[in-house]
């Protein structure tokens, strides 16, 4: 199964906030931009179409607010 | 009032839609998979019609539906604190993910991808992400406090794209800024506002409805969270008129949003009212202190202290070093998705942003200078604002020529351009888009909801309030048919009764007798009158 999100939160604590989150940026958030960073051309390479422009031209808008 | 403490909101998200072959897919087939999903969603999932052809509540009390233009729908039950919302969205996005993956599959030709974008490159629109915020006030009273949080938060919510307007590469922290053309306004899809002032309250007397259209859809469950949490806690202050005008006011509001929404150093100052200038960030510390003065009152939800407490980091984060919420917020994981394509090529961001300033003054004065008859001076404008990226007859690059421009150089930056696009367009995508690659390699902070929160919200409606009362009767009602539902109402037409959901904060279900109901009013038409005529139409 896919981990997306924290898996440890349940209910609401006294102070509203689930029980069980830590701190957003609990690990070193500057090790994790260098290894994103590491991971981003793959992915990149994965996603780009090879034809942005048709890509683009399939997408487009009809009426959205 | 309820009590003082409830708070109740929630999202509106619209989804692009692309997929089949390049070049062959007709527009009216694409415009068909949104029709085809409804579809899909109705033999999958517990539904009950809304009173259209076009549209669905579902289970966990959401509603999806196929809006104007076509494009696939999807809007969260009412939530009560920003978690909820946040594991609501996403339950949305996998209902929507699962039935194109699964929609794909059905046809056996390419799959069919649903993006949840924000613009529109080619014909310069954008998509809408809208918030709504349940109030026991009128929200224009409100304009004047809302408008410079609204404006500023965007180093928060900014969803990272482009200004589809250049005829370059200028990158934007807010693209959505670049629609709008109005402080306050009605409109949704012209003049375009910063502050909506459509007051339909889907509820009783004394409930109205604060509406915001200049958000942006996020994936980083942060910014969702902070975007509906600190809104709502500002919205709070506002109705008890603890909020000084005088002290937040922009002297020109579009032009601050513009400001803000163009500068990713964070140091652009827009001008107060009073003659002072302020950065984004400072607006946002101001907006701050003043909520922690309240924390703790009795009319702010009990969530207000963990939402200021994550507030306060994210500006600390982007105040000192805003890399280190490079992994948190969308403006700042695209700016390093587009930077890293970038560098492979030779550029970044900053150098674009600098030759794209040259190159749109060339197109400008490439297109005043031409001596054309004024008709076809006027149709190449019109080229120019309804197609910025496909540059078909080359005839901006000619223009670009003659300025002094390289051809090689500029086919290149052409082509960049639309991959840039083509990126910012699949971030979002719900089928294996970027975000949720970069996710699933465990390379992103996480996010402030459980995995098995989400899960839920797929099938089961809120804790609380009447999307659960809602939810739970269509639970009940959907595989017998005969009923229909709307966000004030579940009709059940085999017993010939209405579950009354006027009131927001409803917590138990009381259906009553359509007849008696009718005896009892005497006539006189209602919301739910409204819409038992709509559905007796079905």
Sequence with gaps: MEKRYRSNESTVSGDGAPEGIAPSGSSDPLQRLARMNNGMERVIEQTLSGNSAEFLEQVKQVGGQ | MTGGREVMFGLETEYGVAGGDPGRREQSERLGVGYRLLGLARSRYPTLSDGSATGMFMANGGRFYVDAGEHPEMCTPECGEPWELVAFAAAGDRIVA?????????????????LKTNVDYVNRETWGSHESYLSTFSPTQFSSVLIPHLVSRIVYTGAGGFDASSAGVRFMVSPRAQFTRVAASGGSTSHRPIFHTKDESLGNAGWHRLHVISGESLCSGIGLFLRFGATALILRLAEHGLL?????????????????ANDFSLCAEAALESGERRTALDIQRMYLEETLKHVDAPFMPVWAGAVCTEWGRVLDGLQTDPRTLSTELDWLIKRNLFDTHLRAHGYDLQTLAQMSARIDRAVRAGLRSENDSAESRLR??????????????????????LAGFERRGLDAIVALRNQLAELDCRFGELTGGI???????????????????????????????RARVRGNAIAELAARG????????????????????RNPFVESAKWEGLSSRRRRRRGGTDAIEAGLDLIGRL
């Excluded at chain 2, 000084?244 to 803000?260: E, Y």
């Excluded at chain 2, 949720?436 to 809120?462: F, N, S, W």
């Design chain 2, 98 to 114: 699962g039935l194109a993956r699964e929609l794909g599959a059905a046809t056996g030709g390419p799959p069919v991808q649903v």
């Design chain 2, 482 to 501: 005969h009923a229909a539902a709307e966000w004030q109402a579940v009709f059940d037409h085999q017993k010939n009764r209405v579950l009354d959901l």
């Design chain 2, 435 to 465: 975000y949720d690659k970069l996710q699933q390699d465990g390379l992103l902070a996480e996010g402030p909801v459980a995995y098995e929160r989400i899960e839920a919200a797929m099938h089961t409606p809120p804790a609380s309030g």
């Design chain 2, 380 to 401: 190449r404008l019109l080229d120019d604002i309804l197609m910025p990226l496909i540059d078909r007859d080359n005839t901006r690059l000619r223009q670009l020529e």
């Design chain 2, 244 to 260: 000084d005008s005088a002290k937040f006011n922009l002297a020109r509001p579009v032009k601050a949003f513009c400001t803000f």
